[in-house]
């Protein structure tokens, strides 16, 4: 299959690939030198990650940790500039190591270049999660 080059359309591939607990193939869609942003990371918590392999690592073992199930709302917004997306969505599923439901909703702006995304900042409220195995995995410990 090829990959999406629109931002709109790789996100949404992204998303099935979280679904199919795909991670290799979802990391798969960064540029080497792509960023990821968490601005509201509290204290202690990465708040960017620099590079495909630092991405690799921060997600390897997410669904030790998250089993997502859905996303029942995915908005994307095309921004005057072609390359960048707003993307509000909200993703349920439940935390492995409790079993208790996971439902979080996000805002993220995603730029992608020659078919591969190269920044994302994701605005998700990490203190929503609750303080168990999904908890460690958003403080890196994963």
């Known amino acids: 299959m090829t990959t999406p080059a629109h931002p709109a359309d790789l996100f949404r591939h992204g998303l099935a690939l979280l679904l199919d607990k795909n991670i290799p193939a979802w990391v798969g869609l960064w540029a080497d030198d792509g960023v990821m942003e968490f601005p509201f990371a509290p204290e202690g918590w990465p708040r960017q990650l620099e590079g495909r392999s630092a991405i690799a690592d921060y997600m390897r073992d997410y669904p030790e940790h998250i089993d997502l199930h859905g996303f ?24 492995v190591q409790s079993g208790d439901p996971f439902d979080m909703t996000y805002i993220a702006v995603v730029t992608v270049e020659d078919g591969l995304i190269t920044h994302y900042r994701d605005y998700w409220n990490p203190l929503a999660l609750p303080r168990d195995g999904a908890a460690d995995f958003t403080q890196g410990a994963a």
């Open 72 to 95: 029942p709302s995915v908005g994307i917004h095309q921004t005057v500039n072609p390359e960048i997306v707003v993307v509000e969505m909200r993703g349920t599923g439940r935390l």
